[in-house]
């Protein structure tokens, strides 16, 4: 096997120096144009026959000047969209450490299951007795949802994990309006992610923050301190975002109740847990799961995704429609039409069918594999990961809390004892030339200049290894006060933006260069 190296800046290399190649390309790394640049509107790639001449339909709105659109040839159009696809980083090409994102391998066998006729290609308005087999489905993978979370209820229909917390705090605010105690307040702590604010505002509650205590969890005693009749609940992240378990969990579920509020959990983090802790047994009324963290759904690119909601008792009465109930051996639809008094509470629909079939079947598949052995297998590795990466950095950087235990799903780090001047965004560059895609920055905001890291359970230990060392050797450059660093990156597609001026000045609209004189 041939060896071949690359020195780690051009600019030094011993023989030849730089040099700039004519087209802009660097070997195999493309400098890729626009379609703009590559096309033109004086041709095209397709032979189109005239129109026929016909009466315009558009009322006076039709236009007089031609569009513009630019033409590709189909070569050139495969061409260029191949070249981008190639500069793409995503989990079939390496270790993907976000944190709190769970980016984890999905399993191919969950994608030919997804795509099977009768799941992949059956449409919503089909009549109930052609879709007994995906109502079937759907219905069992609730079962196992409830199974998992110790819950009695489940609404399989919200389409995302922000989806399902607004599903969970409709049906709070649904259950203390039958009560007629309509509050006001949402107490969120500083450690949850942060669509969980956000969705309390949706919802029209007014938001107050919890503090988080020295060893990163929630401050039990102030959250009992502010508990009072305006309260209508908390909404709480755990494992929480510092990658830590809220130890404290049903202690808060006892002070809440005892208030008279209730208990929403954001459960995109079930990945750490799943087949450990049941969270209905720690007394939460709802929480998402999020399909395409746990179960095997790809993950990124906006979507698809999954947040069905699992309910306590207190709040089944009052979760969504539609949902499939069985009956003997058939699956049904119950709708605003059938739900009849057994489930007349329903604060409505989220959606206008029935949820994400193809995340569904995927998520189905998964458990159905793996078992539930295996499920417990699954967070007990991503754990067990998560630690290892810990405990293999803390030398180097800090982690503050790495003294109060072991961590859950992540491992978080701070930018403490770097070189003046030098920050977290300069270690994530770095780490782009050193062929990873960073870890999640400046998130949690408990932790200054935090990195996020979390490795799943479907990472070897040796690509742990290659990251850690990755890693250690950009930190130290970062402690050293190494001036390149802030040149990085150095290999990628691109240079490091102006990311101030992109986001402040940002140029979204490409226009035709103006010929100088």
Not at 44 to 67: C, F, H, M, N, Y
Not at 284 to 311: E, Q, R, Y
Request: net charge negative; proline share 6%.
């Amino acid at each position: 096997m041939n060896r071949e190296g690359r020195v780690t800046r051009p600019e030094t290399a011993e023989m030849g120096g730089t040099f700039e190649t004519f087209t802009g390309n660097r070997a195999l790394m493309l400098e890729e144009a626009l379609l703009f640049e590559i096309g033109g509107t004086d041709r095209t790639g397709v032979d189109i026959a005239e129109a026929p001449q016909v009466a315009s339909r558009l009322g006076g709105l039709e236009r007089d000047q031609p569009i513009g659109l630019y033409g590709l040839s189909e070569p050139e159009a495969v061409r260029h969209y191949t070249r981008l696809s190639r500069q793409n980083y995503g989990i079939d090409l390496g270790f993907f450490p976000l944190g709190s994102c769970t980016m984890k391998h999905n399993p191919r066998l969950n994608e030919r299951m997804a795509r099977l006729p009768g799941f992949a290609d059956i449409h919503p308005l089909q009549p109930v007795e052609t879709v007994q087999g995906a109502f079937a489905l759907i219905h069992e993978l609730g079962e196992w949802l409830k199974t998992l979370t110790g819950m009695p209820a489940v609404a399989m229909s919200p389409k995302a994990g922000a989806h399902g917390e607004l599903c969970g705090l409709l049906a709070i605010r649904s259950a203390l309006e039958a009560r007629g105690d309509a509050r006001k307040v949402v107490l969120v702590p500083e450690s949850a992610h942060g669509t969980n604010p956000a969705t309390a505002a949706f919802c029209g509650y007014a938001v107050e923050n919890i503090p988080a205590d020295a060893a990163g969890r929630v401050d039990l005693q102030a959250l009992k301190d502010r508990l009072g009749p305006d309260v209508a609940g908390v909404m709480i992240t755990n494992p929480n975002t510092c990658g830590l378990f809220e130890r404290d969990m049903a202690a808060i579920s006892e002070a809440v109740h005892a208030a008279g509020g209730l208990v929403y959990c954001d459960g995109a983090n079930f990945n750490a847990i799943v087949g450990r802790v049941r969270p209905g047994d720690l007394g939460i009324d709802a929480m998402h799961i999020n399909l395409h963290k746990t179960f095997s759904t790809p993950h990124g690119g906006g979507g698809p995704g999954s947040g069905p909601v699992v309910f306590s008792a207190a709040l089944a009465p009052f979760a969504p429609l539609p949902f499939v109930e069985k009956e003997g051996d058939t699956y049904r639809l119950v709708e605003e039409e059938t739900a009849g008094e057994h489930h007349a509470g329903t604060f409505g629909r989220m959606v206008a069918f029935h949820g994400q079939m193809g995340m569904f079947s995927r998520a189905l598949a998964y458990i159905l594999s793996h078992g539930a052995d295996g499920l417990r297998q699954v967070s007990e590795d991503a754990v067990l990961n998560a630690n290892y990466i810990l405990r293999a950095l803390e030398d180097v950087l800090e982690a503050p809390f790495a003294g109060t235990g072991p961590c859950m799903h992540e491992a978080l780090f701070s930018d403490n004892g770097f070189a003046e001047g030098f920050t977290t965004l300069d270690v994530a560059k770095g780490l782009i030339d050193e062929g990873f895609h960073p870890m999640t920055m400046y998130f949690p905001l408990v932790v200054h200049g935090a990195m996020l890291i979390e490795p799943t359970e479907t990472e070897s230990r040796a690509a742990i290894d290659q990251f850690v060392g990755a890693l250690r050797s950009v930190a130290e450059r970062a402690k050293a006060g190494d001036l390149v660093l802030k040149a990085a990156p150095v290999f990628a597609p691109r240079r490091r933006l102006d990311e101030t001026g992109a986001a402040r000045k940002p140029v979204l609209v490409w226009r035709e260069p103006v010929a100088e004189d």
